[in-house]
């Protein structure tokens, strides 16, 4: 599992560490010391499922991010 997240994730870490056999996560306030953009990231992590959680006000600016970012 591959959890793209803002701090309101946190709360649920260990569930996830619980559920999956393994779980990465991806704080995008943090994405600019990767050098790889998300879409590089998603299909190096070959997760099965990939999640992205993040709060309602938010959400506008995480999406804008990944487009700058260069996710298709």
Same mark, same amino acid.
């Given at each position: 599992?591959?959890?793209?997240? /803002?701090?309101?994730?946190?709360?649920?870490? *260990?569930?996830?560490?619980? *559920?999956?056999? =393994?779980?990465?996560?991806? /704080?995008?306030?943090?994405?600019?010391?990767?050098?790889?953009?998300?879409? =590089?990231?998603?299909?190096?992590?070959?997760? /099965?499922?990939?999640?992205?959680?993040?709060?309602?006000?938010?959400?506008?600016?995480?999406?804008?991010?990944?487009?700058?970012?260069?996710?298709?």
């Amino acid at each position: 599992m591959l959890v793209f997240r /803002d701090s309101y994730q946190a709360p649920t870490t *260990l569930m996830f560490a619980d *559920l999956f056999s =393994e779980v990465q996560f991806i /704080d995008p306030r943090n994405i600019e010391n990767i050098k790889m953009s998300y879409e =590089e990231i998603i299909q190096n992590s070959d997760s /099965d499922i990939v999640v992205f959680m993040y709060n309602s006000s938010g959400f506008d600016s995480m999406i804008k991010n990944m487009i700058d970012k260069g996710i298709s």
